[in-house]
């Protein structure tokens, strides 16, 4: 048996040598745990062994994993689970049941939710070597990306960091000011610092402060009373009162009219609301997060922003890198949306020649726009192997990204980027009678477009004699 010898064969431990192999032992059990990386790490294979289900999703997204090797008896989650859940994610990943309990009927359930084996413990360490063998094939596995308790992707060191503070900062009150640019994925560190908190059972409740139209703004956010406006037919809860007992997401803060601060200033200040058109308060228990694109000190500079909202928001800032700057997670995260998109279908492996360009791209939609790639990339492509035709930039002309032709400087990709914009804007302007219909055109907010044409002016762009006012 393996657990009562460490003992491999020489010729057996030098064929494991050569494989390289990265096993994750998911094993409650201490003894046999031990039993198991002692006896693998002598035949070279790299070893990490975890107690349960929850160590064995977290280990998933923190290193490579050529094959798992798990207990069904685990607490908390048993091997059933885990393999469906690890299936999942990542169907082509090599997962062996191990079980003092074997029986044909759970061998063949288990089979038939995806395992790549079942053994009864008490296997020696040559079978459980041929087994790995035969599972991983010619081809290396791709490196998964499952994470513990859907938390972000991220192998980067800052995203590391910006993970390990989110998650620290979930179970406290504290009022949360996430920043970066578009697309580096403010929400989604906002969604698990609440599935983090003690709050995590109650209402996650979002209100962007851009796509709202100022006059609609303050009854979406603090709710009104029947009559209080043309249209009141019925009262209705606002945003805060949604939220009550969980955590209010003010996407955009930087957005909102300044007329309006004041107001969610006082609420923010005193933990209560008054409804419009109502002569009561209304006390709340709910969880701030708010986002922005724009540098928030520099809203407040310039007048547009009140710095005591500002004080409020920003207990505690949490800064976002954009994609660029985290290069480590561009292809876990690539890899992921591309099991997400598949819904279940077997997804391409990514060439080597895909993976530089995706590693050197300079990715001005940041998360956003890798997501975009990934789904654009599996309907262009036709085999079992993503090449860099596939993959169909933004902005970039095709056949510009060739093995023959390297990808362009991050600088000219983003202004070829720019040129496409405002070549859109501009097209969208010309065939709309309104601001306000180019915008929903563009699937942008006004306010956005307006910010876009302004700029546009200020670099020379002729957008007079065009339609939309």
Same mark, same amino acid.
């Given at each position: 048996?393996?657990? #009562? ?12 040598? @050569? ?28 070893? *990490? ?76 360490? !040559? ?6 063998? *035969? ?5 290396? /596995? ?5 994470? !513990?308790?859907?938390?972000?992707? $991220? ?40 599935? @983090? ?20 703004? %303050?009854?979406? =956010? ?26 209010? =997401? ?10 309006? +601060? ?63 700057? *985290?290069?480590? #997670? ?29 590693? @050197?791209? !300079? ?24 090449? $860099? ?15 023959? $032709? ?5 600088? %000219?990709?983003?202004?070829?980027? %720019?040129?496409?914009? +405002? ?7 010309? /065939?709309?009678? /309104?601001?306000?219909?180019? $915008? ?13 044409? @302004?700029?546009?002016?200020? +670099? ?10």
């Amino acid at each position: 048996m393996l657990a #009562d010898s460490c003992a491999l064969p020489p010729a057996a431990a030098e064929a494991a040598r @050569q494989r390289h192999l990265h096993l994750l032992v998911v094993e409650d059990d201490a003894a046999m745990r031990e039993a198991l990386e002692t006896t693998l790490l002598d035949t070279g294979i790299t070893v *990490r062994g975890v107690a349960d289900g929850r160590q064995a999703l977290a280990a998933i997204g923190d290193a490579p994993v050529d094959a798992v090797l798990t207990d069904v008896q685990l607490p908390n989650m048993d091997g059933h689970e885990l393999l469906r859940r690890i299936r999942r994610a990542n169907p082509q990943l090599p997962v062996i049941l191990m079980t003092a309990y074997g029986s044909i009927e759970r061998a063949v359930e288990a089979m038939r939710d995806g395992a790549s084996d079942y053994l009864r413990k008490g296997f020696d360490v !040559d079978t459980l070597l041929q087994r790995i063998d *035969r599972l991983r094939g010619p081809q290396p /596995t791709a490196v998964p990306v499952l994470e !513990d308790d859907d938390a972000p992707i $991220a192998r980067a060191p800052n995203s590391l960091r910006t993970r390990a503070i989110a998650k620290r900062v979930a179970v406290s009150n504290a009022t949360v000011l996430l920043s970066g640019e578009s697309g580096t994925g403010k929400e989604v560190i906002a969604r698990y610092i609440h599935a @983090q908190s003690p709050r995590a059972e109650k209402p996650f409740v979002a209100i962007n402060c851009a796509a709202i139209p100022e006059s609609m703004l %303050e009854a979406m =956010l603090f709710g009104h009373e029947k009559g209080a406006f043309t249209g009141a037919t019925q009262a209705t809860p606002g945003k805060f009162e949604q939220a009550q007992g969980g955590t209010l =997401l003010l996407d955009e803060i930087s957005e909102m009219p300044l007329s309006l +601060q004041p107001k969610l200033l006082r609420v923010l200040q005193e933990s209560e609301v008054e409804r419009v058109g109502g002569r009561r308060m209304l006390r709340l228990d709910v969880r701030i997060i708010a986002t922005t694109n724009r540098e928030l000190r520099s809203e407040v500079s310039a007048g547009r922003f009140r710095e005591d909202l500002y004080y409020r928001l920003s207990v505690m800032p949490i800064p976002l890198s954009p994609l660029r700057e *985290r290069r480590e #997670d561009i292809l876990p995260l690539f890899r992921h949306m591309l099991l997400r998109h598949a819904e279940g279908r077997a997804t391409p492996r990514l060439s080597a020649c895909a993976e530089q360009f995706l590693s @050197q791209y !300079d990715w001005p939609g940041n998360v956003r726009e890798l997501d975009n790639l990934a789904n654009r990339t599996l309907i262009l492509c036709n085999g079992d192997e993503i090449t $860099a035709q596939d993959m169909n930039f933004e902005g970039v002309n095709d056949g510009a990204l060739t093995p023959s $032709a390297p990808i362009a400087r991050a600088g %000219e990709l983003k202004a070829d980027m %720019e040129v496409v914009e +405002q070549q859109k804007i501009l097209q969208a302007i010309a /065939t709309t009678r /309104t601001r306000k219909e180019a $915008a929903e055109q563009l699937g942008v907010a006004v306010r956005t477009l307006r910010h876009k044409l @302004q700029k546009m002016r200020e +670099q020379g762009v002729d957008i007079s004699g065009r339609g939309g006012t």
